[in-house]
Each structure stands twice: as C-alpha cells, then as structure tokens.
C-alpha cells in the first residue's frame, strides 16, 4: 500500500490532529499570562521607548551631519572671524548648550557661545587620528554628560580652527504626560540623563520623597537590565515577524508598589536600516522609558472552558472517526478481502454485500461476477443479485464527518468568547495613543524646521558674488548630505532659476519667492509640493528654495503600534500618511474631525494633544490628535498629526481571549477539511469510479481495461476486477472454442 494512500492515512492523521488540538485547548484556551496586565500595555511601553531612540538617535545624527556640512561650507569660502563662525551657526541652528572655536596648533580660544564647553577632556594630538573628529562623550564635574562634537575649519594660509559644540542627552519634543519617566542609558547601564523623576527636594510631603526615591531606585535597576539586554542580536530580541524597529527593544515589569506595578520599555539606537550604522548608534546608547499602572483585579484566567471544550472535541471526535471506520474504512477493506477471494478461484461462498453506497455497488457487482464465474449469464447475474441503495454513498458520508466536526468548530468560531461592545480598554493605551501622536507631531514639526534652517545655512553661505557654478556645486553637497529634499535650486527676484540639483522645479514660473518659509504648493493636485524657503542676504529677494519630499515625511510617520497616522492642514485635508490615502481628501470620519478641532482649541497658552475612544456597536477604537506646538518656521503651516486604531488589535485580555477561540475553531475547521479532502481525493472519488466500472462489466463489458489509480485499498480491488475480467474473456474465448456448453470452473462445486 501506498504510504500516503488508502483509507488508513487520512483517518488516522485526523485522529492525531483532533488529539492534538484537543491538549492545545486545554492548555491554551482561559490560560492568559498577566492578565491584569495587558500585553498591550506592555508592547506600548516598548513602542514608546524605540520613539524616544528614534527621537535621541536623528537629533544627534543631524546634530553632527549640521556641524561637518556647516564647516565644509565655510571651508569652501573666504576666511571669517571665528566669532562670525559662532554667529551664523548660532542664528540658524539653536540646538547646542555651548559651541567654541579653538586653534588646534597652540590650542588658544578663538571664541565661545553658550555655557563652558569642556576643552580640557579633547585629545588635540589625536585629532588627526581616522577617529578624530568623532562625537564622543564626556562627564562633567557636576555628573551630567555632554556630548561633543567636532568640525574643522581649514582655509589656505590660516592655522587650523576647530569647532566644538556640546550638547545634553536630552530628547528632543518627547512627551512624557503624566507618571512617565525616561532615561538615556550608556553601555554600562549609567544613567546618562533623565525627565519625570522628580529630585527629593523637589517634592513636599514624605510619601512623595518615598515614590520618587522608589522610582529612581526601579529606574537604575531597569537601567541596568537593558544595558544587558542591548548586547544581544536585535533577531533575537523580538518576536519573530515583529518587524519595524530595527535595533533590540523590549519591555520589563518591576514590582509593586503602593498598589501599581512598574513597568518599562527599553530600546537600544538604532539606524534607520537594519545593518547600517550611524554616529549615534556607535555611542552604545539605550533609552529606558519607565511608566506606573495599575492592575485590573477582575480580569482572571480560568482553565474551564479550555478543558470543556477539549472533553468536546475529544467527544465529537472519537464519534466522528468511529463513524468513518464503521462506514467507510471496514466496507472497503471488506471488498478489498472479498476481490482477493474471487481471484484466487474461491467462488463457494457469496460475496458479502455492504450495505449501502459504492461499496454495495461494488459488493453487488462481485457477486454478479462470482455467479458469471460459475457460468451464470450477466443477464442471470443481474437477475438474482440484491439490491442495493444509491442515495447514501461514501460522499455523502465523508459530509456527516464534516458536520460532525463543524459541530465543535461552528461555534468556537462564529458564537463562543465574543469580545462584543463592553470590552475594557485600559486608560493606559489611550493615554499612549495621545502621548506617542503628540511625540510624532513634534517630530514632523523638527523635521520641517531642520529642513528649512538647513537652506537658511546654505543662505547665508552664498554671497553676493556667488557664481551659479559655485552655487551648484553647494546645493549638489546639500542634497546628497541630507536625504529629505527631492530638489534644491536659487530663485532670482523674478522667479528665474540661477542654480538647481536634484529633480523639476515645482515654483510658479515668473512668480518671485515667497516670504513664508514653510509653504504647501499645488493643493489642488494629487501630490503635495512642501517647499521651504531661505532668503540669500544681499540678493535683492532672491532665495533659496528646498522642495521637501512627500515620501520622506511619510517615513517619520511609520511608526508600529500608531495604527493608521495621518497629517492634515488647517481645513482638515491630508497631507501625508504611513497608509495609503489621496491627498488633499477629507478624514474618514466626522469624529476624528471633531477630534482634530477639539485639540486645536487653546488650553491656557497653547493647544494641548487629545486622546479619545470610540465605541460604536461593536467597532471600537482608540484615536489621538497633536497640533503642531511650539517655534520654528512649521509652526505657521497649522498642521496636526492624527492617528487611530481598533481596539481589536491590541493584545487585551478580551480580544485574546476571543482570537485564541476562533484560532482553535479555525485549527478544526482546517484539519478536518484538510483529512476528509484527502480522503475525498484518495478514496472516495476513484471509488465512485470503480463503481461505475465494475458495474459495466458486471453487465457484459469485457473489452475495457481496469486501471488502478492508486496503489491502495481501492486500487487493489480494481486490480482484482482486472483479473476477474481476464478470467471471464479467457472463459468465454475458450467456449468459443470447444463450441459447447461451459464446464464448471475448477474449485467450484457441482450442484
């Protein structure tokens, strides 16, 4: 017999399958690890800190990128005092605690801004070293770290100058909300720096002393496991299939205290790719961010129902393949032993009939053929054969199998553990939804600013006297140092072109530069032209212009665990998004329309994000808005970032619960369409067949030829009907010849 043949495989690899997913609902069914504490609780607490990475990882990253393009920049012109140097990066770039310019040669201070930049902890005979020049870390006497940052000044005929700025550890635009603290994490686990661990001092009663000395003792000890965690591959650090950030990241659960749990999310920088490296992640730096919640008492796991609903399966089951030995497998293997019989000359005793379907047609046909072995004519045959029903046959069998099992699956996937409109949603998740949403629309906002601050960099470099060819070449280094520009071009007093680099010129034609330094273009068409604009001093009006990439404001928009985000104007219309939309079209929905407008509205000195959850019917869902809050050029674009999700997504006991269900439904409904599939395939319709076949040449058909389609049960009996075919032709050839009446075949008995 075939190994994957018969009617023996299929039954018995569904009795595994049942068995098995019988123990897997058993053990998995009402079994919910932390129940009082969502998973979803705990993957946002993850998500919140690969924002905060993402957030420290770009605001270095640009941070160094803006100083080394700034220094080529003014290499590439004629000398400058070094207090100008200070003057011009002050006036466009407002990011560094302190900035200085010292003479590498007799290390002598040029100039200094901002408060004390450590010059003693800079190395000048190492300078020239392949590493030099990069970023590196200091500790200061008071215990806060600084990074420095280096850019050299180098014009023919001067001593070398170089640039060194300092800036904190701190995140740029992070919002914490309430009971949130967040911490920059060095390779040793050291907190670097820190925000919402209020400083004893800081508070007024002892039990506040005690909760902050009690979430500063649990943040040093989270500290210290993720530093230890950040070692390990980031493959290794999540679930398989996880995706999106691309460094390692978890969360961790602290203890109790005074009735709340403390929990936190680790992530380690990362660059935007996996495998890629940047100056941030080479510091070895992890963000910790650390939040308090509370547990839900009333949300238990019971084991009940997983061993009810397994005692079922194993019920239904049992009765469903007892039911296919019975009706199917015995009648074939049956025939299977009667054809053999018939072979071998056996022909005393009658073939035993099955009752019903293509085996007793099988049965029946045997039986005319025992009696045509023993000279009976097929007319004769026919004559005194049973009768047999058609109506029942091993098709319609393999479909009570069916609905037996559907009996377990149907409910468990369409009735039982339905999450329904009363589901919990823990306040914890909307109030991430809202902090994450206003932590991503301080990030489109920077992003915008940098933008446009890097053009009034480019600006104030380019003199009066600037050939076009001096100007190209500055705006070819620009855009290949800085991937958010899809092109970069000067624009005359008239709209003329004096210099381009990268794409088309979007700028009406013969239109002189705006004055708004932030601006959307063509919002009538299907794709948003985001120009930023510098004016060149000393030009008569004529600027630089920077067209920023849709796709790029996108990509700060991807962000795991926001659901769908968009960015709309001040009319509502989209601008941009990390799912599919169209352009300058309305939100979906008149609730998140009211949602962005209740966040626009002012709460003391400036709007404030919103977190709201919808519940209509059964749809539920968790949705935040955030304006653009705060200075800079993108301020006056009035843009406000969006995002929503359904609550069904998230990892809540409720939704877990009723996933776990329908997967257990579905596991049945899969294993039993896989097994009566391939029982239908392998057994039951070459046996529709055969009974066709053997019923033919029961009635006389002696010239076609029995073919087996499988080497199994039913495969075997059409290889004895072959032989019993060949013995009929043989018997009525040898008749012809004799020309008289048949003698008794031998082994038969005389009557």
Known sequence: MSLLGGIRPPIAVLSVLLLVLAGVTALTLGRLDNAGLPKAVMTSQQHFAEDGAIALRASVDEGVTDLTRTAALF???????????LDKIGN?????????????????????????VPLTAIDRSKLGAEDGLAPRMVRLENGES??????????????????????????????????????????????LSSDGVPEPEQVRTDTQREEAKESDRRLKAFAKTAARKAE??????????SGGFTGVSGSLTGDRYLGERQIAGYAALAAPEAGETTVATSLGLSVVAMTKVAEDPLTTSSPVFGLLAAAALLVIGGLTVAFLLGTVQRPLIRLFLESRRLTRGDLARPVAVPRRGEAARIGVALERLRRQLLDQSPEDSAHDAPAVRRRRGARALVAVAAVLLLVWCAPLLLLLNRAGDTVVVPQQMVNDQRERTDTLSDRVRRALNEGQADLASVASLIGDGTSPADMTEVLERTMSEHTRYQSIYVLDAKGGVLAKAGGDVHSPKGEAPSTKAVRVLDDEGKTPVILGTAELPGRGGAAVVGEIRVDFLNSVLKRPGLGDVRVVDAKHRIIGGNTGYLAFHGLPGS???????????????????????????????????????????AKSLGWTVVSWQPASGLAIPAYTYQDRTVLAGLLGATAAAACLGWLHIVVVRPLRELARQAERLADGDRKTVLFPRHHDEVGAVARSLELVRQQLQGQRQQQRRQGAHPRTPAGARRN
Do not use: C, H
Request: no cysteine.
């Open 591 to 633: 609730r998140l329309d009211e949602l962005v407008d209740g966040s626009n509205q002012k709460v003391g000195l400036a709007p404030r994000p919103s977190g709201v959850m919808f519940r209509d019917g059964g749809d539920i869902r968790i949705a935040a808005a955030a304006p653009f809050v705060g200075g800079g050029a």
């Open 75 to 85: 290499n590439a012109g004629d000398p400058v005092p070094a207090d100008a140097v």
């Open 146 to 191: 600084r990074l420095l940052s280096f850019g050299l000044l180098a014009w023919k005929g001067r001593p070398q100058q170089l640039i060194v700025t300092s800036a904190s550890l701190k995140f740029p635009g992070i919002s914490l909300g309430k009971f949130r603290s967040i911490a920059v994490v060095d390779s040793a686990g050291t907190v």
């Open 92 to 116: 466009v770039y407002q990011k560094w605690n302190g900035s200085a310019v010292v003479e590498i040669k007799t290390g002598k201070l040029l100039a200094a801004r901002g408060e004390n």
């Open 232 to 241: 390990q591959n980031p493959l290794q650090s999540k679930e398989p299939g």
